[in-house]
Every structure is written in structure tokens, then in C-alpha cells.
């Protein structure tokens, strides 16, 4: 009999199948991408209840979202036509195309009613599992899909998974002490991803405003330039007349391992002020070097400012309960590194980077280097000290607004 009376560890909730492996690996953007997350994930033995002694990884199968759960945020009219499967197998009339973004980057294909319904679902699968007491991390690696808006596909996004999930978490309450009126939870959205989070951040936007007790913040560090998608008012840095609930870092070329840790200081400060009960961090490693997209010059960890750094930040060091979600990543075997790596930092027993890929049947697309590590490379980094020190500025305001309005 067991001498154990350290009670049950905490549970890493990981939100997977094989439906939902086989149907997001038809999304055209990221073909056959989720196969090799979870297939890696598996082969690295992340998924045996001994990989960690003080975490316990459940695999938990997503629940598919009902037409009312997606219509909490998306229109009836774009439910309509995108779970509808005639209209992915015929030649609908390039108007309906063009009303609801399935053209260009959001082409329609055979599978979208269901990725729709499972994507969306999965997420809230992840977000019903952090009510579980024992609970303290939902991973949703499918998800992440920050782009789609409310009545309209975007930038290879179809389901707004990170609006709905955070829409979920609006609604969980506590009890206050007393016992009298509850209290609504704090959540704060962290998004990673080299493309600013459009697609959330206009979704919640200047909501605080209505609110003396503000409970909802979201933050996207991210690259911006003129061309580059997507184009939004909100991918500025704040000023003092802006929501300081709805937050842009924008991020010259070449950003490395130096300059996220640089920056970092202005989201633990943030995270300080606002000091939230749930954080969501979507975790798109299209900044990764060797992404396609070749414009950030981050590295997977673990060294100070690499990606593997700033999540173990968020896991180890904020209180309270974590999502973490998917995001951009076109170069697949690279995504799947970074995520099985977050992964095994989430279940605190962190892979070495140095970790030999295991032969299983994908082994042959992570040559040359057989490795987890996704090393920096040789771009140069524009983001000078004098550009870090206007973001230090901007964000001085930006905390002592929060700090203000969290105290009146």
C-alpha cells in the first residue's frame, strides 16, 4: 500500500482524437499538420501517465460545438452556409464566397462543416475541463484560430475558437467569501502568434468600458509593418486614449530570443496589474525561425526570451489556471516540435532541446537536424534599444491605467 499522502497531482488536460487529428489535417493552410503534433507528441512518450511525476496528462476527446454554442459569437448566416456540406462540394455563387471570406487564404473545402464544428468545439472542451478542481492547464493545440471573425472567415482561420473559448470564461463566477454575490473571474488572452490577433482583439475591444470591475484583457505581441496582414487600428502601440485592455506590441523583422525577453518585463507588468484568475495563451510559432513566413528570428528554448522560456513563465510562475492554443506555423514539423516541447513544459518535466526524435513513421520530415531544438538563425534583429525603450514608455501609461481602473 501506498505512503503517499501528497493527495492526487494536478491534471494537464490535452484535447485530442483521431476525428479531430483527421479532420484539422485538412485545413489547406496547415495540411496534415495536427497528425504530426499528436503523432510527435506520442513518440516522445508525453502521453504515458509516467512521463511526469508532478503532473497527470489526460487525453480528452473534444466535444463537437452545437449550432447554439457557435452562434453565441458567429452569425446565423455564416453558420449557415459553412456547416452546410452541399455547399462545400458545389459551386456556390461567388457572392455567398465572397460575403463570408471563403475565397482567397479561407478556400472552402470538403471537411469544413465538420473542422467548423470541432475546431470551435474542441476549445470549449478545453475550457470546460479547467472547471475540474484538479485542472490547472487545457491544452488545445488545434485551436488557436484567432483570425475568423464574427460573420466571416480570415486569414486561414474558419471558427473563432479563441472568442468563443474566452466568451465561456466570461461566464465563470466564484463565490465571495461572504457568501453573497459572486465574483466574475479575470481572464487574460496572451497572444504569441507572429500576426496580430485581429479577430479577438475587435471582438472584445472597448468592452471593459462598460464595466467598473474590468474581468476581460487581451495582449498580442506580434509583427507589424505597411502590407502586412492583417491590417488593423488596434496592431499599435497604445497611447494614453486607447482601451489599455485590449493591447498591441508590435515587433520590427529579425525579433529574437533578446528582444522578447527584452519586452517581456512590459507583460509581467501588465499581468501584475491585472492579475488574472485564467490566462489563454495562443501559442502560433509562425515567429520561430524557419517558419516560411521568415520574419521573426525566435528560437524554441531555453534560453532567457525563447518561446519555451516565456511559456514556462506563464505555467510555473502566474497563479491561477492556464489554456494554451494553437495558432500559425507552416512549417509543420517545426510546429509540432515547438508544442510537444510547451507540452512536456506544461507537465513540469521539460524535454531537453537536445531530445533525439524517435523513428515513428513521420521521422523523415524533421531531417536534417533529428532534434527538438528549432535554433535561431542569422537574421538581424531591426528592433533597436531605442524603439524597445518607446515601448517601455508606451506601457508605463498603459499599467497605471490598469492599475487604476482595477482599484476604483
Not at 45 to 65: E, H, K, M, N, Y
Not at 67 to 88: G, Q
Not at 131 to 149: E, F, L, S, T, Y
Not at 204 to 224: G, V
Amino acid at each position: 500500500m501506498s505512503t503517499d499522502n501528497s493527495g492526487p497531482r494536478p491534471i494537464v488536460a490535452y484535447v485530442a482524437s483521431l476525428e479531430l487529428m483527421k479532420t484539422s489535417s485538412l485545413l489547406p493552410s496547415n495540411k496534415n499538420r495536427s497528425t504530426l503534433v499528436h503523432t510527435l507528441a506520442r513518440s516522445l512518450g508525453l502521453f504515458a501517465p509516467d512521463f511526469s511525476l508532478t503532473r497527470t496528462i489526460v487525453l480528452v476527446p473534444p466535444q463537437s460545438a452545437g449550432f447554439a454554442e457557435l452562434n453565441s459569437y458567429h452569425t446565423k448566416e455564416y453558420l449557415d452556409f459553412v456547416l452546410d456540406p452541399k455547399n462545400m462540394t458545389t459551386d456556390s455563387e461567388d457572392a455567398s464566397k465572397t460575403e463570408f471570406g471563403l475565397e482567397d487564404d479561407c478556400p472552402m473545402f470538403e471537411g469544413l462543416p465538420d473542422y467548423v464544428r470541432l475546431v470551435g468545439g474542441a476549445s470549449l472542451t478545453a475550457v470546460k475541463m479547467l472547471r475540474n478542481p484538479r485542472c490547472d492547464v487545457a491544452i488545445c493545440w488545434d485551436g488557436g484560430r484567432h483570425h475568423a471573425q464574427k460573420s466571416h472567415a480570415s486569414g486561414f482561420c474558419y471558427v473563432a475558437d479563441c472568442t468563443l473559448a474566452l466568451m465561456a470564461l466570461r461566464r465563470f463566477t466564484e463565490p465571495s467569501p461572504s457568501g453573497e454575490t459572486s465574483r466574475k473571474m479575470r481572464t487574460m488572452y496572451l497572444d504569441l502568434d507572429l500576426h496580430f490577433s485581429d479577430g479577438v482583439s475587435h471582438a472584445f475591444h472597448k468592452t471593459s468600458n462598460t464595466s467598473n470591475s474590468p474581468h476581460l484583457l487581451t495582449f498580442s505581441i506580434h509583427h507589424a509593418a505597411p502590407g502586412f496582414f492583417p491590417a488593423s487600428p488596434l496592431a499599435s502601440l497604445p497611447t494614453p486614449d486607447d482601451d489599455p485592455f485590449s493591447l498591441s506590441l508590435p515587433l520590427k523583422q529579425g525579433a529574437s530570443n533578446r528582444t522578447f525577453a527584452r519586452v517581456w518585463n512590459c507583460v509581467e507588468r501588465v499581468h501584475a496589474a491585472f492579475d488574472p484568475d485564467f490566462v489563454v495563451v495562443q501559442c502560433g510559432v509562425d515567429g520561430l525561425a524557419g517558419d516560411p513566413c521568415a520574419i521573426f528570428n525566435w528560437s524554441l528554448g531555453p534560453e532567457e526570451g525563447s518561446l519555451g522560456w516565456c511559456i514556462n513563465r506563464v505555467i510555473n510562475e502566474w497563479r491561477g489556471k492556464k489554456l494554451l492554443l494553437g495558432g500559425g506555423g507552416y512549417d509543420s514539423p517545426n510546429a509540432a516540435r515547438a508544442w510537444a516541447y510547451v507540452t512536456s513544459i506544461a507537465l513540469g518535466n521539460p524535454l531537453s532541446i537536445d531530445t533525439q526524435i524517435p523513428d515513428h513513421p513521420y521521422f523523415p520530415l524533421y531531417a536534417p537536424s533529428f532534434i527538438l531544438e528549432v535554433p535561431a538563425g542569422n537574421m538581424q534583429d531591426q528592433n533597436s534599444e531605442d524603439y524597445l525603450h518607446t515601448i517601455d514608455k508606451a506601457f508605463d501609461d498603459v499599467v497605471a491605467m490598469i492599475a487604476r481602473r482595477m482599484t476604483n
